[in-house]
């Protein structure tokens, strides 16, 4: 799921520019079929571009990386033709083919910090105060009249 829990204008950031945000599905299936790849070589392609553990190969952006995975099938080929390498990729392409996953997870339900809040949103994202403070304000209101329900209460 793409935007699952963001709806209708997102300012983009560090711009004036506002654009539609609508949750999406996207498929893992249908966009491996689409693109003519397995798992295993859209994480490859993942690791040209850079992901959230590696920085990716400088100048490499999706057309680029797709075009070399399809003209060499793997990574090592393609960091062979561009004569680089990417430090870790072993373990980098581990994390996203063989994810660590909890059979059982308990979410507990808590208070929001709000100082946190606007730490991470304003300071780490560059969101506006005024509108973080806006939204805290509301969430306190309404969580004042009324309580949040469980997932149990709806299945119960």
């Given at each position: 799921?793409?935007?699952l829990a963001i709806s209708g204008r997102r300012k983009l950031p560090r711009k004036e520019v506002f654009v539609e945000v609508r949750?999406?599905?996207i498929s893992l299936e249908a966009t491996l079929t689409n693109l003519g790849l397995t798992r295993e070589q859209l994480v490859d392609m993942g690791l040209l571009i850079g992901t959230d553990f590696n920085e990716g190969v400088?100048?490499?952006?999706?057309k680029k990386a797709l075009a070399l995975i399809k003209k060499h099938g793997t990574l090592e080929g393609a960091l062979t033709e561009l004569g680089v390498d990417i430090e870790s990729k072993d373990e980098v392409r581990k994390i996203f083919l063989f994810p660590n996953v909890?059979?059982?997870v308990e979410i507990v339900f808590r208070e929001p910090d709000p100082d946190g809040v606007r730490k991470m949103l304003c300071d780490e994202f560059d969101f506006s105060?005024?509108?973080i403070d806006a939204a805290l304000g509301k969430f306190g209101a309404a969580r004042s009249e009324q309580k949040?329900?469980?997932l149990d209460a709806w299945f119960g």
């Open positions: 799921m793409k935007n949750p999406e599905e400088r100048g490499i952006g999706p909890l059979d059982r105060r005024e509108r949040q329900k469980s």
